[in-house]
């Protein structure tokens, strides 16, 4: 298993930038792939970008392609999510999780471990 601790989110104007870092201790960082989920309010969790356990793949959610980075840095044991012009729908909850297996997906069903969140808003 793996404990994950997301940070960097916050109160951003639209048209900005956020950096947010996740944080894992646990198994070996670079076995598993990870991926960034969001959850707005009266919305369904989606999945927002993924990256393979090796950093080498990734993959991204149409609506934020182009917008968001998703990188991992295995000797800190740190994924990041550097998102740039940032709209007012990109306002959620933003989570981090690891996948059981170090091929990226996107499904859902694929993560196990999660971190707790963090709050992203964006303003007009």
């Known amino acids: 298993q793996v404990q994950l601790v997301e940070s960097g989110g916050g109160l951003v104007q639209a048209g900005g930038s956020l950096r947010l870092s996740c944080a894992a201790s646990?198994?070996?960082?670079?076995?598993?792939?990870m991926g960034w989920f969001r959850q707005a309010p009266g919305k369904e969790r989606e999945v927002v970008a993924a990256v393979s356990g090796s950093g080498g793949s990734t993959s991204y959610a149409d609506s934020v392609k182009g917008r968001f980075t998703i990188s991992r840095d295995n000797a800190k044991n740190t994924v990041y999510l550097q998102m740039n012009g940032l709209k007012v729908e990109d306002t959620a909850v933003y989570y981090c999780?690891?996948?059981?297996?170090?091929?990226?997906?996107?499904?859902?069903?694929?993560?196990?471990?999660w971190g707790q969140g963090t709050q992203v808003t964006v303003s007009s």
């Open positions: 999780a690891a996948g059981r297996y170090a091929g990226i997906t996107r499904t859902p069903g694929s993560y196990i471990n």
């Open positions: 646990g198994r070996t960082f670079s076995s598993f792939a």
